[in-house]
Structures are given as C-alpha cells and as structure tokens.
C-alpha cells in the first residue's frame, strides 16, 4: 500500500527526508509541466520548479492537509511564479529607470561640454586683459578686490572690464544663435 501524499507531506513537515524524497519523485514531473505552462519557457520553468523545491521543505510546516497536497502545491507553485514575476517587473523598472537616467547624464554631459567648448572658444576671442579678469572672477572665484590685488588695477576697472566681458559673451551668443 502506498502512502498518501497528504501523509508525505505531514511527515515532510516533520523533518523526514524520506518522505519528502518520495513527495518529490512523485510531484516533481508534474510541477516542472505546470511551472512550464505557466512561464511559457523551459529556463523560467527550471528556475520556478528548482525554487518552489529549494522553498518547499519550509513551506511544508504550514501544509494543514484541509486540502488535497496536488492542490496545495500548485497554489505554492502559482505564488512563486506571481513572485518571481512581481521580482522580474521591479528589475526592469530599475533598469529602464538606470537607462533614463544614464541617458540623461551624457545628455546633460555632453550639454555641460557644449557649453565649456563654446565658453572657452569665447574666452579665447577676448582681450587678454579683459580675459586674465574673467578668469580671476569666473574661474578662480575671486572677489573684484582679489581680482583688483592681482591685477594691480581699481577695483572700479575690474567691475567695468566685467561688464565687457559679459557684453562681449551676449553678443557673441546671439550671434552664434543666428
């Protein structure tokens, strides 16, 4: 006489390694069918069947036998394959969100690049005085009165060769709009 998969599986639950072999060799071909039907591929199927049995021996504690074992196991199978899909769909929200944002840090690189090319091309067509005063103001961050100490000039010529600058990089913008 065989034993009932019912009684397998309460013996399973109790640490008997024997039983649970048998439930295994007697459910294993038949979970890896329905593992396939429900994923629609041989790999996913694999993976889904090798971790409802890796799952199983813990889930087995909470097998109370109101139910037929066939029935419960494919309710344990139908919720790792919900799992293991929820799992998948976060993956690829993660990955189209890393490729969004990858997307949109070269953009904003190569903008930022753009942009120091054309400044320096810019910089390049100022006078040298009014370039070495750029360059204290805008590059080194230095206050006019610095700039002025540097420069051995008023603070007064600072702020106006800034004001030429900045003339200078309005029209040389518009210009490169046309």
């Not at 009684?7 to 071909?29: I, K, P």
């Not at 038949?30 to 629609?40: D, K, S």
């Not at 002025?148 to 008023?154: D, F, G, K, R, T």
Request: a negative charge; proline letters at 2%.
């Amino acid at each position: 006489m065989t034993t009932s998969d019912e009684d397998l599986a309460t013996a399973a639950a109790h640490g008997d390694q024997s039983a649970f072999g048998a439930l295994l060799e007697r459910h294993y071909d038949r979970l890896f069918a329905f593992a396939f039907r429900l994923t629609g591929h041989r790999p996913e199927a694999e993976d889904l069947t090798q971790d409802i049995c890796l799952a199983l021996p813990g889930k087995l504690r909470g097998f109370r036998g109101e139910s037929r074992f066939t029935t419960w196991l494919y309710r344990v199978a139908v919720n790792a394959a919900h799992d293991r899909r929820r799992r998948a769909a976060t993956h690829a929200k993660a990955a189209d969100a890393w490729g969004d944002w990858e997307i949109s840090r070269r953009a904003a690189d190569t903008e930022t690049r753009d942009a120091l090319d054309w400044l320096t091309e810019a910089m390049n067509g100022l006078k040298p005085d009014l370039r070495d005063t750029a360059v204290l103001i805008l590059a080194e961050e230095m206050t006019q009165a610095d700039a002025a100490n540097v420069l051995e000039i008023s603070e007064g010529t600072v702020a106006w060769r800034m004001s030429e600058v900045k003339k200078y990089l309005r029209a040389r913008a518009a210009e490169d709009l046309q």
